[in-house]
């Protein structure tokens, strides 16, 4: 088993699960920063109640990239998977409905996509390479070349409205993904 699962229950009845990984390269980057996501979850279902959906943050869970190298790195050191970058602001409703969306995808497109978040205000470097000016942008980078992508939108650099169907995310990665391979071996 590559997890360890440790349990425990809050004073009010909430069941909280912490994942311990065994590599360092398993290990989430953010890993204080999700504990405090946790209390902070925990903390407004105490004073809201639990339907709240203030704070429904899911990118505590998908690793950051917090400087221009940072993304340099991951686009230039994957070789054989597609780069899923999306550009936005962890707080914003249209970022956190795509992160759920990324969350929820990043186990079934791992063998061949690997998933990165980018806050534009901390890492401010591409706003204008890549004309970063809508709440959220999802890119795609094979082989350090970015990934036209036709939508029938007439913006072909990127995504540009939040997708909350987990199929219709895979399906559109499964394409770039097949298209890239393709056209590397032209």
């Known amino acids: 088993d590559v997890y ?7 004073n009010d009845g909430y069941q909280f699960f912490f994942f311990k990984q065994k590599t360092a390269y398993e290990m989430l ?10 209390r902070d979850r925990w903390y407004q279902r105490r004073v809201h109640g639990d339907n709240s959906k203030l704070h429904r943050k ?5 690793p950051h990239l917090d400087s221009g190298w940072e993304v340099d790195q991951a686009i230039l050191s994957e070789e054989d998977r597609v780069v899923i970058i999306r550009f936005g602001h962890d ?3 249209q970022c956190m409905i ?3 969306t990324l969350l929820k995808v990043a186990e079934d497109v791992k063998l061949f996509a690997v998933i990165y978040l980018v806050d534009i205000t901390e890492v401010p470097d591409f706003n204008t390479m890549y004309e970063l000016y809508d709440p959220v942008t ?3 980078f094979f082989r350090n070349k970015h990934m036209m992508i036709d939508l029938g939108t007439g ?8 997708i ?3 199929q219709e995310f895979i399906d559109i990665v499964e394409t770039v993904y097949k298209g890239a391979r393709k056209g590397t071996l032209l």
Not at 4 to 10: G, H, L, P
Not at 29 to 38: A, F, N, P, Q, T
Request: with cysteine; glycine share 2%; aromatic share 14%.
């Open 4 to 10: 360890k699962r440790q349990c425990f229950f809050a």
């Open 29 to 38: 980057r953010s890993l204080v920063g999700s504990e405090m996501c946790i």
């Open 58 to 62: 899911m990118s505590y869970l998908l």
């Open 91 to 93: 707080y914003d409703p």
């Open 98 to 100: 795509m992160d759920e």
């Open 138 to 140: 999802v890119m795609f």
């Open 155 to 162: 913006n072909n650099n990127k995504i540009n409205w939040p």
């Open 164 to 166: 909350s169907d987990k």
